[in-house]
């Protein structure tokens, strides 16, 4: 299985990015798709999810700013990121979890950094 992140780089605060995850060894469809970030000194913190169907949800202060979308004929999720501030200064990771019965498996990916310059 692998997770494939890109997209990350530098950008001036009010910029814009968009991140891409490629999925390769998971039947994608299957797998509801999320985004996490970790700053420097802080742990890992969720961003943004969209389940199976396509049914988004996100950390309340990023709603607005960042929009996540899948597309399941490519096997990718991206995460569009709009007027990013200096505190959205993070490592981005893509998440793939798949939940049967009890069990939950999850997939990371190896992360890309973003990096915004006031």
């Known amino acids: 299985v692998q997770l494939v992140e890109s997209g990350g780089g530098l950008v001036q605060a009010g910029g814009s990015l968009r991140l891409s995850c490629a999925a390769s060894?998971?039947?994608?469809?299957?797998?509801?798709m999320a985004w996490y970030r970790q700053a420097p000194g802080k742990q890992r913190e969720f961003v943004a999810h969209i389940t199976s169907g396509g049914v988004t949800n996100y950390t309340d202060s990023l709603k607005g700013r960042f929009t996540i979308s899948r597309y399941n004929a490519k096997n990718t999720v991206d995460l569009q990121m709009d007027n990013l501030k200096p505190e959205d200064n993070a490592v981005y990771y893509c998440?793939?979890?798949?939940?049967?019965?009890?069990?939950?498996?999850?997939?990371w990916g190896q992360g890309t950094q973003v990096t915004v310059s006031s």
């Open positions: 998440n793939a979890r798949f939940n049967y019965g009890l069990r939950q498996v999850d997939y």
């Open positions: 060894g998971i039947i994608f469809s299957v797998y509801a």
